[in-house]
């Protein structure tokens, strides 16, 4: 068959046989210059765009898709000076031997024939899709064909149990009519791959698989594959110019819904502004799970929120960014089995209105006839899901646009406090990765960026329906709506909680100095309520695991107290910034507060850091109320063996001397002396019998109440 090259070099035709290996096609490449660099050399079926490096083409002509008259266009980078043409290689040498030992002449024998083979240099042909670790919701969805059953015997359905037509033929998870009868605004990520894989089914095994996706970018190609130009500033051309931008409503979502584990999640954040009447940021941690109410679905759990460093406003919150103790939060989360999947943030303002202030409603800033997110938001959330990309095995750089979600909570129409959840496109995360766009006095416009010496602002436009019902595509330039950018979330409840972090008493939230501040002091206090009916022989070694019938341990209530306790982000987190605890222990301790397994407790127990951590909340742990009335030193607080201290219940006032009313046994009847009135101590005051205030000696009635003392 004959084969087709077009070059910077010219027009060539090869003569080829289908079942000829890519190789022998590459070999012929570069034998029409001297100037091809092999390691750059790429092969594409369009003069502009989809080039492959041949290093890692592999396969015969046929199996690759490539047939008879085919014209494929070949680019490179010339060498800096032509190579010269190959030596060959020298005639074998006779190797001669002078003689043997017995001195017998050795007949001249031909050295080993040298192999000389042709290779082609593999720089450049790395698969980073191959060592992509992809997250454990998409590993489960890749291995489901994700189709939607249907029932039979309706919609004209007449089959039997064995039988199947196309009334209720399983439909594909991209069904358009399925996403318009049940509201779905955009595909699910897998239905979307799903969506593309339909029309040729590819396979990863494959010595011929493309990934099928690759990140929009919008940034001047440097350096340019032409070579024919010095690079951007100094020189563009059409290869290395980005196209012009059309900006759309993206047709799928990498996270379809937001679900909090429990209501308290949000209460925090809450709390905070009714408290302080400021707003309060926070990052979203948890994990990602599939979600079936929608094809192929995937949900963000949401298990804890991180306040990071932060000073709060009225109207806003200034953060910094990035924030110093990323890491640490990352690693404790991993511990935890988490991760960051978004970020959320209040914006709320109380209604003054007299009915609403009642009522305790709040102004209604985010709806259609404003904004919903700020284009200083938009640029915000697409800047930190740069930050967190998604890594898949479909995409030829082993990672595609991002799960990070946004999460704002703020006032509904009807004046409720309502949770909104949002994505940016991927459009507007190659708008700010190309610095195109910044944020502008409307909140419901972007600004595009002016163009400079050294930033290329390619043409953008929108589309948009105009008075008469006709789409008009109009010029990005100077600004266009935020609502091009935004890709809606839902989000919700589960209907039966299954927390991660259960602690009946939750630990105060980071970061908030002045209002709750974190102290060792408080970590002793809270401890020391936790554990005040625990025995102190409950923290030696295997206190806490009771062997069942079948010899395996089980958790006592004590040990529930305790791993419950530890059950808390918040607390875990300040653990971990307190120096007193190793990596290793910490670790340990974030087991044990979200498994709650006994036998990591009793592994807890055992670790000097456990010991180390029981002698700090001892010597914080807060001093008994002094006791200043007769008698308080007749009975000493139990002590335990760990040093704290628990004193004794006092359930009857102090003893009062003197006539009836006073301590002792108390006559009833009309005999009985003073019969109920104020009765006289040793100094000579009168105790009141209603309101027990001590009055000075003579006086008839109460100083205090007004009563008689008399009774």
């Known amino acids: 068959m004959l084969v087709r090259i077009r070059s910077r070099d010219g027009n060539f035709r090869f003569d080829l046989n289908p079942t000829d290996d890519i190789s022998v096609l590459i070999q012929k490449i570069l034998e029409t210059s001297n100037t091809i660099d092999p390691a750059t050399l790429a092969l594409s079926n369009a ?34 000076e032509p190579a010269a043409a190959p030596t060959p290689p020298p005639a074998p040498a006779l190797v001669t031997k002078s003689a043997t030992l017995s001195g017998k002449p050795v007949t001249p024998e031909p050295a080993p024939p040298v192999e000389v083979a042709v290779t082609i240099p593999q720089r450049g042909g790395h698969r980073p899709w191959e060592e992509v670790e992809e997250d454990a919701v998409d590993t489960y969805w890749e291995k489901k064909d994700g189709k939607i059953p249907r029932k039979k015997g309706q919609h004209g359905c007449r089959c039997g149990p064995k039988s199947m037509c196309d009334n209720c033929t399983p439909l594909e998870p991209f069904d358009a009519n399925y996403q318009a009868e049940h509201a779905i605004k955009h595909l699910s990520f897998h239905s979307h791959l799903k969506k593309l894989h339909s029309s040729a089914p590819l396979s990863s095994q494959s010595t011929s698989y493309v990934p099928p996706l690759s990140d929009d970018s919008y940034q001047v190609q ?21 196209s012009a931008i059309t900006l759309s409503r993206q047709t799928y979502r990498m996270v379809d819904h ?63 960014f990035p924030w110093e103790e990323q890491k640490k ?43 919903f997110l700020s284009s200083l ?46 994505q940016v496109s991927d459009q507007a995360m190659a708008m700010v990765e190309a610095d195109m766009i910044e944020a502008s006095v409307d909140p419901g416009v972007l600004r595009v960026k002016e163009e400079t010496k050294t930033r290329y602002i390619p043409d953008v436009f929108y589309r948009y329906k105009n008075k008469y019902n006709i789409e008009v595509k109009e010029s990005a330039k100077p600004c266009f709506p935020v609502e091009y950018l935004l890709v809606n979330v839902t989000h919700g409840f589960p209907k039966a909680p299954n927390p991660l972090f259960v602690s009946p008493t939750p630990f105060v939230a980071e970061n908030r100095t002045g209002f709750q501040d974190q102290t060792p002091g408080l970590v002793a206090s809270k ?48 653990l971990s910034t307190m120096g007193i605890v190793e990596p290793a222990d910490m670790k340990l301790m974030a087991q044990v507060g979200t498994t709650r397994d006994p036998a990591l407790l009793n592994k807890l127990f055992e670790s000097p850091s456990w010991q180390t951590f029981l002698v700090m ?18 009975s000493a607080p139990e002590r335990f063996d760990d040093g704290f201290e628990i004193p004794p219940d006092v359930d009857v ?44 000696p003579g006086a008839t009635d109460c100083d205090v109440c007004g009563l008689p003392l008399s009774g």
């Open 47 to 80: 003069p502009r765009g989809g080039e492959n490096l041949v290093s890692g083409i592999t396969g015969d002509l046929q199996s690759l898709g490539i047939g008879h008259g085919d014209l494929l266009f070949a680019s490179y980078t010339a060498l800096s």
């Open 222 to 242: 440097v350096p340019c594959s032409s070579g024919s130009h010095p690079s951007w500033p100094a020189g563009i051309c059409t290869k290395c110019q980005p």
């Open 377 to 422: 938001e938009v640029i915000f959330s697409a800047t930190l899901q740069r930050m967190h990309p998604n890594p898949s095995k479909f995409s030829s750089t082993g990672s595609f646009s991002s799960k990070f979600v946004t999460c704002v909570l703020s006032g509904d129409l009807d004046g409720g406090i309502a949770v909104e959840a949002y």
């Open 258 to 320: 937001v679900e909090f584990a429990r209501p308290e999640i949000i209460e925090g954040l809450l709390a905070f502004w009714r408290s302080t009447g400021t707003q309060r940021f926070g990052y979203m941690l948890g994990k990602y799970e599939p979600y079936e109410e929608v094809p192929m679905g995937i949900k963000a759990v949401v298990e804890a929120i991180h306040e990071p460093p932060q000073e709060p406003h009225a109207d806003g919150v200034t953060v910094g």
């Open 527 to 574: 401890f020391s309520q936790t554990v005040k009916n625990v025995s102190p022989s409950a923290f030696g070694t295997g206190g806490f695991v009771v062997p069942d019938e079948k010899g395996k341990g089980k958790a006592s209530d004590s040990a529930g107290v305790v791993a419950d306790w530890l059950s808390d982000w918040h607390l875990l987190m300040y």
């Open 617 to 634: 909340a001892e010597s914080e742990a807060p001093a008994a109320p002094a006791r200043d009335y007769p008698g308080a030193g007749e």
């Open 329 to 371: 939060v990352e690693d404790l989360a991993k511990a935890c089995g988490l991760q960051v999947v978004g970020m959320i943030f209040t914006d709320l303002t109380a209604d003054d209105s007299p009915e609403a202030k009642k009522m305790g409603k709040v102004v209604a800033k985010r709806h259609a006839n404003s904004f």
């Open 653 to 696: 006032p102090p003893d009062f001397g003197g006539g009836g009313g006073g301590g002792g046994d108390v006559e009833m009847g009309d005999d009985a002396g003073g019969g109920g009135g104020g009765g006289a101590n040793a100094n000579g005051m009168i105790a009141c019998p209603h309101c027990t205030f001590e009055n000075n």
